[in-house]
């Protein structure tokens, strides 16, 4: 049954309108509050260019104009309560959305549109730091534009003119809240990092935490320590942060505002250190507040404080936005947020984004669905679209085995138009594909296996097998693993999310006696189940492979011969992504193979290879 006392009755009478042409109106749902404290936070992260918002997901159909236009009123109410509020980012921007990617340079449109948001502390992800043109365009673009907030606590920048190492922006952030005056020392990080460009240096939390700056920022003696950064909640990086704070300040409110998990979650450090993660794709603004602040007297040590965390995650809809500002669709909309708002539009209109290549026949999950299953993205891609597509003209006789991680697909296909958009939704990175040719068979068909398993062939540091998976598996909330069930065929992967444990997106009707909801995140986490501002119905939500491997022209049984004898050799073909795994996973089955003896194998990438197997399989008309 859903909590009647926690919920507030939403008005169904509103019917928003999403701000980009073709966005579906949000449905309604039961609703719960905002929870107002001393000083207040709103946080996005992750969004990857998604600035126009879902445009075949109602619940997340508000684009960056409707945002900014939140921001702004909320930022009214806050200083009509004598409280404070801050804007946070926490990387990410970049890769994953035609509106970013489409354009030539990359970004044409989006860093505009994204410094039209007044943001009180950002920092860096690890998809700004992928390629050297990505970095210079942060720095020199993303940097200038949020100079004040901008942190950089253990990131450099390699200037191309003189070789220098440099800060990519200031260590730390000293700030006074407007309202209070609360004194706030905000540090900025980016996991430990080890794929970055060469124009870009990513130091380890730790070593970053033994630098004289950062002992000076930990004595500050502030009200309140703000960390932000591209860090999952649960990886080791946040834990060494609070530890080394807490050594120095025993009592002082310490706020986490993390990412790179792409799931909705809070962590509780201990009772003075609370930590958010909003989500991914801009599905998600995070709401957090803190109460019980203790404002300290000039160079006062750290005092006892009962210090109360709140959070909420607001589904990025109209409606939801309305109602949490007390407005509608004629109030709400400020000229700021309109004009943005005509900027996304105008943007994905020169970029034809909504040009379709084909008609989806069905929805294809990445983890709504088990895989192996028809109707997993993994399936289709490992059954019908790499067989099709993973073909060397001057090799095409040779057997191979194609293997792809799962990490390189980004979200999910849904029934119908498949535009030009959705091939940089689903697949928006450059690799391409790579080969070493005859390699035994025998070598070469252990290597699936070993990329799935993991284990110490890998050890845990740059070639930890996590990093081959998708976001939200790579460091999961022990939440998700709360209930366990068995799959529904023997090849399914187990079941990770389901019932009452963690979240799952976007679903199916209600039962009982409760109102049909639609489904959505139910967030479970360290302050309980009641976190997500809309009340959905949930969902399940499988765990999938580090990667996928497809057999190609292999040799067809002899005749009176139920099953083919395997290939004497393969060339073993791969995105490049997963060429240092690759090389290890070789080694250990006893092949001899370095990187002189990889070549490349096609220069499509795997989002050419999809659009173009949509163009010529699926009908053009909807």
């Not at 019917?15 to 946080?43: T, Y």
């Not at 940097?143 to 004040?148: I, S, W």
């Not at 983890?367 to 993973?390: C, M």
């Not at 011969?561 to 393969?570: G, S």
Request: with cysteine; hydrophobic share 35%; aromatic share 10%.
């Amino acid at each position: 049954m859903i909590p009647r006392i926690t919920l507030v009755a939403a008005s169904l009478a509103t019917a928003a309108s999403a701000a980009q042409p073709g966005a579906p109106a949000p449905v309604a749902a039961p609703m719960r509050e905002l929870e107002w404290g001393q000083v207040n936070f709103i946080h996005t992260t992750d969004i990857h260019g998604w600035l126009g918002g879902h445009l075949q997901e109602p619940q997340y159909s508000a684009d960056y104009g409707d945002y900014i236009s939140f921001t702004s009123h909320m930022r009214q109410k806050a200083d009509e309560k004598g409280v404070d509020l801050l804007v946070i980012d926490t990387g990410d921007r970049i890769e994953g959305n035609g509106l970013y990617d489409a354009s030539d340079p990359k970004g044409k449109y989006t860093y505009d549109i994204f410094r039209e948001q007044s943001i009180d502390a950002l920092c860096t992800g690890n998809h700004e730091l992928y390629q050297e043109a990505s970095v210079d365009r942060e720095h020199n673009t993303t940097v200038p534009n949020f100079k004040h907030s901008y942190i950089a606590s253990n990131l450099d920048y390699i200037e191309p003119e003189t070789g220098n190492q440099i800060p990519q922006a200031q260590r730390y952030l000293k700030l006074k809240t407007k309202n209070q005056g609360f004194n706030v020392v905000a540090l900025g990080f980016l996991f430990n990092f080890d794929r970055n460009a060469n124009n870009s240096v990513v130091q380890p939390v730790e070593e970053a935490m033994k630098e004289e700056w950062f002992q000076n920022a930990i004595r500050e003696k502030p009200d309140l320590f703000l960390v932000i950064g591209h860090v999952g909640l649960r990886m080791k990086e946040y834990e060494q942060i609070f530890k080394v704070i807490r050594d120095q300040n025993w009592y002082t409110p310490i706020a986490f505002l993390g990412g790179h998990a792409h799931v909705r979650d809070a962590r509780k450090f201990d009772d003075n250190a609370f930590a958010i993660a909003s989500g991914r794709y801009f599905e998600t603004i995070g709401w957090m507040s803190i109460d019980g602040i203790k404002k300290k007297s000039q160079n006062q040590a750290s005092i006892e404080a009962a210090v109360t965390f709140r959070r909420r995650y607001i589904d990025n809809n109209l409606f939801g936005l309305h109602y949490h500002t007390g407005l509608n669709d004629t109030t709400f909309p400020t000229d700021h947020g309109r004009n943005v708002s005509n900027m996304i539009t105008e943007g994905r209109k020169a970029l034809k984004l909504d040009n379709s290549f084909g008609c989806a026949p069905q929805d294809l999950w990445m983890s709504r669905a088990p895989y192996p299953s028809d109707n997993s993205i993994f399936t289709w891609l490992e059954t019908q679209v790499l067989p099709d597509s993973i073909v060397n003209e001057e090799r095409k006789d040779v057997p191979r085995l194609a293997i792809v991680n799962t990490g390189a697909i980004r979200f999910d296909i849904f029934q119908g138009a498949f535009t030009r958009d959705s091939t940089y939704l689903i697949s928006p990175f450059v690799s391409k594909f790579n080969y070493i040719a005859d390699v035994p068979y025998a070598v070469a068909s252990k290597v699936i296996e070993l990329l799935n398993s993991g284990g110490q062939v890998f050890g845990t540091g740059e070639l930890d097998t996590k990093h081959l998976t998708i976001p939200e598996q790579v460091a999961p909330s022990p939440f998700l693993y709360a209930s366990m069930m068995e799959p529904e065929s023997d090849n399914a992967t187990p079941l990770f999310v389901e019932g009452d444990s963690h979240q799952r997106p976007l679903g199916s009707k209600g039962d009982g006696g409760d109102p049909e909801l639609i489904g959505g995140y139910t967030t479970h986490d360290d302050l309980g189940d009641d976190g997500d501002d809309a009340v959905h119905s949930p969902i399940k939500f499988y765990a999938v492979p580090n990667c996928i491997q497809t057999k190609i022209a292999f040799p067809p049984p002899e005749e009176g011969q139920d099953k083919a004898k395997d290939p004497e050799t393969v060339d073993l073909v791969f995105i490049d992504y997963v060429q240092p795994w690759i090389i290890t996973a070789l080694k250990f089955s006893g092949g001899d193979y370095g990187t002189d003896d990889v070549k490349v194998y096609s220069n499509s990438t795997l989002t050419d290879i999809i659009a173009s197997w949509v163009k010529g399989n699926w009908k053009s008309d909807c």
